[in-house]
């Protein structure tokens, strides 16, 4: 998780073998996929961390490659850091309140927290949200501090340096 990904190792490995390669390594957004498959010829780009932050990540690509929105989607990908943030704090909130039905609260709490500490990287003043979250002491206090920190416009980034 260290240095940039060598796309060129995964190109020659594909040069090199008959079967399937599977190519993966800094996609953060969904051009890199693109890119990805592209640049080295692989049969298929695995997407990781990036994809547990924005799973809109799969939408972006299939709109690139002209596929209809997914179930349950209307319209178009978000794609601006604005719209992307909204996006964000939905499925933070939806992830939130799922991990509550699921898991017994002390657990639900300590993987939402892991989450949000691995995620927030991606947002404009996330440490922020981290902080104020971390200290939470009931799931109720966890929705109020999310919608507090996105009731003003929240904008994410692209790309992140942060390496968990």
Request: hydrophobic fraction near 40%.
């Amino acid at each position: 998780r260290k240095g940039t990904a060598d796309w060129n190792q995964i190109r020659w490995l594909k040069s090199e073998l008959g079967i399937p390669v599977i190519g993966n390594g800094d996609v953060q957004v969904a051009q890199d996929a693109i890119d990805l498959k592209e640049q080295t010829n692989c049969d298929a780009v695995m997407i990781g961390r990036a994809l547990t932050v924005r799973p809109w990540l799969m939408w972006q690509i299939g709109e690139k490659l002209g596929l209809p929105a997914p179930e349950g989607k209307t319209g178009r990908a978000p794609t601006t850091p604005e719209e992307e943030g909204r996006e964000y704090y939905a499925f933070a909130l939806n992830m939130h309140r799922k991990m509550q039905e699921r898991f017994k609260p002390l657990l639900a709490q300590k993987k939402f927290l892991f989450f949000i500490r691995t995620s927030t990287a991606w947002l404009e003043f996330g440490h922020t949200l981290y902080a104020k979250v971390s200290k939470a002491k009931a799931p109720e206090e966890v929705e109020q501090m999310l919608h507090e920190f996105f009731a003003s416009e929240q904008r994410m980034m692209s790309r992140t340096e942060w390496r968990v």
